[in-house]
């Protein structure tokens, strides 16, 4: 099959521990490539981390030969630790996030008490992007949008006709992300959902995670018709007062995510462990009482 920079290839990994999807968008052998979501495997009891998701990755774009322009995050993620630096580390690109990954930085640093040293103005990244920016990797090209209301600092990224909404939207019987994290706005988010909606109806749209009801199989891939017609939070014709209502009594009962702690204190770093203390050994903080 032939891609065009109008309709790429997307190729997608999902990771069952955490129901991630990681997705490799190409224009077919031999091109450039980004990334958007890795996964570094982590294992809450023992600390330890692994790379069997990543290596995924890494094996998919050495088997076609791409090149890796960038590593895209569309948010800091609180449901699993980015590979970013990983991926970097063996295969070159760029780890990129929106522009207001500052506003998390600045509400975990205090979370945290962080060290000195850490600045929460995105500088562990290697590029941050603003709202409609438009990027490319070769002759494909990308436009990052502005889509907040999860966290205040979601993107979403548009190639051709596919667009990767991270937390924003899941399949139609998933539903919309929560909205109770620090920074999160049920209003916004679902400003953020129409402008996504509003795109031509046969736009692809790629979720960051599936969590599929009725034990259906997993899905990531939809469209801005499907979704307009059946998303159960936000089809056409629910109201951003009945979004807001019905987001806030959901979010209410929800449990925090498993990895939330350890996963938020990493991915701020741009997927980076916190230094080193004088044993050699890295550290993550657990909070008492503080979410």
């Not at 330890?48 to 990755?57: G, H, M």
Request: proline residues 7%; charged residues 20%; hydrophobic residues 40%.
């Amino acid at each position: 099959m032939t891609h065009t920079p109008s309709k790429p290839a997307v190729y997608g990994i999902f990771d069952k521990a955490t129901w991630t999807v990681t997705y490799v968008v190409h224009l077919g052998p031999g091109s450039a490539c980004v990334v958007i979501d890795s996964v570094l495997d982590y294992d809450q009891k023992s600390g330890r981390t692994k790379t069997t998701s990543a290596d995924k990755v890494i094996e998919y774009i050495k088997a076609y030969k791409l090149k890796l322009e960038w590593i895209l995050e569309t948010h800091a993620h609180a449901d699993h630790i980015s590979a970013a630096p990983y991926l970097k580390k063996n295969l070159g690109g760029k780890i990129a996030i929106g522009e207001h990954i500052t506003e998390v930085q600045k509400v975990f640093q205090g979370i945290f008490n962080l060290e000195p040293a850490f600045k929460a103005d995105g500088s562990q990244f290697d590029h941050l992007l603003s709202s409609d920016e438009i990027f490319s990797a070769g002759d494909l090209v990308g436009k990052a949008l502005f889509v907040p209301g999860h966290t205040p600092a979601c993107m979403a990224y548009q190639f051709g006709d596919a667009v990767f909404v991270g937390d924003t939207l899941f399949m139609p019987d998933v539903g919309t992300a929560r909205c109770d994290f620090p920074g999160g706005d049920a209003r916004t988010l679902y400003a953020s959902t129409r402008k996504i909606l509003s795109l031509p109806p046969e736009t692809r749209l790629f979720m960051c995670h599936d969590y599929p009801p009725n034990d259906r199989p997993i899905a990531f891939e939809t469209t801005v018709a499907e979704q307009k017609a059946n998303n159960i939070h936000v089809h056409d014709g629910i109201s951003e007062a009945q979004f807001v209502e019905m987001r806030t009594q959901r979010d209410a009962g929800l449990d925090m995510p498993a990895l939330i702690l350890p996963a938020v204190q990493i991915n701020i770093r741009a997927g980076e462990m916190p230094p080193q203390e004088s044993n050699g050994t890295a550290y993550l903080k657990i909070p008492i009482n503080a979410l």
